[in-house]
């Protein structure tokens, strides 16, 4: 069965810090996809980073980052500079291919972070 | 920006009424999900439908629960008779393809009293 670990529950920075959030997957799949979601206080949920299991390159979007470690089965989130704007709950998700059709996502639990002045 | 839309944002409904969840997936998408939040939890796989046909449902989807297509636009989620605990926001979501991301709507919350 598929899961998704993040371990940390509650992450609190003062702004310009820079920040990592944690995810921790298992899959018996050998291809996949993992993805970031962020949850802002609105509930919405929205979509930041997919990743092909066979594509380990670091990836770098203006402040965000994701490191893919397939060997220590990682895929972790780093904000550089936080700004209060990203506070929100981040979700690591991974997905898993339906013999019918479409994939379904498994997430983890979630990571508050809150980002002070 | 093309985007998922749900009505309502909010429903509040007696226990035991019937409530249909309503959602516009985006237009050229194929596959059409429905996800479930219980407040402060992990968001929950309900169903996915392709095809004009569910493809796959998790064990919370139960005869309770339906879903449908029903005019080529909307896609809707039909809880027959509700209990407290289907209290919670529910995400309607779509994607290109069965690989590609899903994108998700705002939500609606539905509380059960």
């Known amino acids: 069965a598929q899961k998704v670990t993040q371990a940390q529950t509650e992450i609190s920075v003062v702004e310009k810090e820079d920040v990592t959030l944690d995810c921790v997957y298992e899959?018996?799949?050998?291809?996949?996809?993992l993805f970031w979601y962020k949850q802002p206080p609105s509930g919405e949920l929205v979509f930041l980073i997919r990743?092909?299991?066979?594509?380990?390159q670091n990836e770098i979007s203006g402040r965000y980052s994701w490191n893919f470690q397939k060997s220590t089965s990682s895929f972790n989130f780093t904000i550089t500079a936080s700004q209060v704007v990203d506070s929100a709950v981040y979700f690591c998700?991974?997905?898993?291919?339906?013999?019918?059709?479409?994939?379904?996502?498994?997430f983890g639990t979630g990571t508050q972070l809150k980002v002070e002045l | 920006e093309p985007e998922v839309t749900q009505t309502p944002s909010h429903q509040v409904t007696q226990m035991g009424q019937e409530v249909i969840l309503r959602c516009v997936p985006i237009?050229?998408?194929?596959?059409f999900y429905w996800y479930r939040q219980i407040l402060g939890q992990k968001v929950e796989f309900l169903v996915s439908?392709?095809?004009?046909?569910?493809?796959?449902k998790s064990e919370i989807f139960d005869d309770q629960f339906s879903v449908e297509r029903p005019d080529g636009s909307n896609f809707t989620l039909k809880i027959r008779s509700t209990k407290l605990e289907d209290s919670a926001m529910y995400f309607c979501?779509?994607?290109?393809?069965?690989?590609?991301?899903?994108?998700f709507g705002q939500g609606t919350r539905l509380t059960v009293v």
């Open positions: 990743r092909n299991s066979f594509d380990e």
């Open positions: 237009s050229n998408h194929l596959y």
């Open positions: 899959t018996r799949d050998t291809t996949y996809y």
């Open positions: 439908f392709y095809n004009n046909e569910i493809s796959e």
């Open positions: 979501a779509s994607s290109e393809t069965g690989r590609t991301e899903a994108f």
């Open positions: 998700a991974l997905s898993e291919a339906l013999t019918g059709g479409g994939n379904k996502l498994t």
